[in-house]
């Protein structure tokens, strides 16, 4: 079977033996069934660096009370901002050069030198004694961790063309399931002393770092993902000899969008590669809408009925994430793949897009709800969000990969996520400040409370949809690509 399938690949274009694309283009050519193994791969790598993104909220409030800074009890919030978006902040000036370098050196030894990044700073995070160190290292884990781009551009490679659906989905879920694990270990392992003074001493390690316990679990986690990270196939092609190297920005200037028979013909920069630039402005704003939605669901869930919250604690919150996590995942890896192969991701996207408005809208009134009737509406309105969500950005994420042709892709997901991480700053800052504003309106005749905070995140997602039509948002398919020509 894998010599009948080979043979057609051979003929159809040159095949060079010590190349490692090459190698993965035959292997998907003889390759049958569901690829699980490169799944779990994209799964597991994905998971490594979302765990450390949001596991410090839990304890960043105590970490920076611990250190002093604050003059006033009020003022620890905004340092703990502070310490929250270095991450962010690293991350979106680095974030198109580790795209281009894996363009120019493969998209392995950016994804492995990314792993050990979590494994050095995210450790040296938790064993931080000052408030500057704390900054310093997150600052440093995003600058130096530039995996996120060039892991979007191998899924979209090491994938057959049937299974690339399921590979982005894949990478949506271990992401959304990374951001929802990474709070629960820092919750639960942080300040180990005086939660189990019978496992941990105040003497130890553990007692005098009270925060370098959930660090150092996905740190380990980490340099397992890591050290495994040496034996993943390389996808990118290193046998066009005619491509001059091009320095870390150049990519974005001039790149090789390939024409039949010459790989190696430059045409027009990512900049004025529209298809791409569309989806990416669009991934932008649906960025924002989400981040300011993950921040609103935690305010909105914890604050007091009078304010029209739920007055749920931080256990509850917890469940209600880790409940929907946990579908989240059901869904990508058993319908999302089969809905996108039916409707395309444009389609897939407008529909949840659409579907996400009158949801949103019923929010406020859910809150008028008690006992098991709002567990469950709460449940369920929390996991279908979140689903409808990773169906835009899931099919944003195959739009922005089609859209460039292998040597561009990684610094086409680097541009993606510097932007998107500069939306994502701004996200919590805005939510929070529109949430503290509503709750002064409570008796506002148009929109009082918090119904004007769902109205906002309607009137941005409503925006999002209609950028998903002509003339904004243009698809190309792009068929010059070795892995599109199989």
């Not at 050196?105 to 494994?119: A, E, L, N, Q, S």
Request: net charge neutral; with cysteine.
């Amino acid at each position: 079977m894998a010599e009948e399938l080979e043979t057609p690949l051979i003929n159809k274009k040159d095949y060079y033996e010590n190349c490692p694309g090459c190698k993965v283009d035959l292997h998907k050519a003889g390759q049958t069934g569901l690829p699980i193994k490169e799944l779990f791969t994209v799964w597991v790598v994905i998971l490594s660096a979302a765990l450390p993104i949001s596991s410090l909220f839990p304890f960043v409030y105590f970490m920076v009370r611990d250190f002093h800074i604050a003059k006033r009890e009020e003022d620890i919030s905004t340092y703990a901002g502070y310490v929250g978006s270095a991450f962010m902040l690293g991350r979106a000036l680095t974030s198109v050069f580790w795209g281009t370098v894996a363009d120019r050196y493969g998209r392995k030894p950016v994804i492995v030198f990314g792993t050990f990044v979590v494994v050095i700073f995210n450790t040296l995070f938790g064993l931080s004694v000052n408030f500057w160190m704390a900054v310093i290292t997150r600052f440093l884990l995003g600058f130096l961790n530039g995996l996120m781009g060039p892991i979007r551009a191998y899924a979209a490679e090491i994938f057959r063309e049937e299974y690339q659906a399921m590979g982005m989905s894949t990478i949506s879920s271990a992401w959304g399931i990374g951001l929802i694990i990474g709070p629960a270990i820092g919750g639960f392992f942080a300040q180990p002393a005086e939660k189990y003074p019978a496992a941990f001493s105040k003497d130890s390690i553990f007692g005098r770092f009270p925060y370098f316990l959930p660090c150092l679990c996905i740190s380990l986690f980490s340099l397992v993902v890591g050290i495994a990270s040496f034996w993943l196939p390389e996808t990118l092609h290193n046998h066009d000899s005619r491509m001059p190297p091009q320095s870390s920005y150049k990519a974005l200037e001039a790149a090789s969008d390939t024409k039949e028979g010459n790989e190696s013909t430059p045409t027009k920069s990512l900049f004025k590669n529209w298809p791409l630039m569309s989806a990416i402005i669009l991934y932008c704003v649906f960025a924002l809408h989400d981040m300011a939605y993950s921040e609103i669901f935690s305010l909105w869930a914890v604050t007091p009925r009078k304010f029209g919250g739920l007055n749920y604690s931080t256990v509850d919150v917890g469940e209600v994430l880790s409940i929907s996590g946990c579908g989240l995942l059901v869904f990508q890896l058993t319908l999302y793949p089969l809905v996108e192969r039916y409707f395309g991701p444009i389609v897939i996207a407008r529909i949840a897009g659409v579907l996400s408005i009158p949801l949103l809208a019923c929010y406020p009134y859910i809150a008028m709800l008690s006992g098991t009737a709002l567990s469950v509406a709460i449940n369920v309105a929390s996991l279908l969000k979140n689903a409808l969500s990773i169906c835009i950005i899931t099919g944003l994420f195959i739009l922005q990969n089609k859209s460039v042709d292998q040597r561009q892709r990684g610094a086409a997901n680097g541009l993606a996520m510097t932007s998107q991480s500069f939306f994502k700053a701004i996200g919590p800052a805005g939510a929070g400040v529109l949430f503290s504003w509503a709750q002064k309106r409570l008796d506002a005749h148009i929109l009082p409370g918090v119904q004007v905070v769902f109205f906002v995140l309607n009137v941005i997602e409503a925006f999002g949809v209609l950028l998903t039509f002509k003339p904004f948002l243009v698809v190309t398919q792009n068929t010059n690509e070795s892995e599109e020509n199989l």
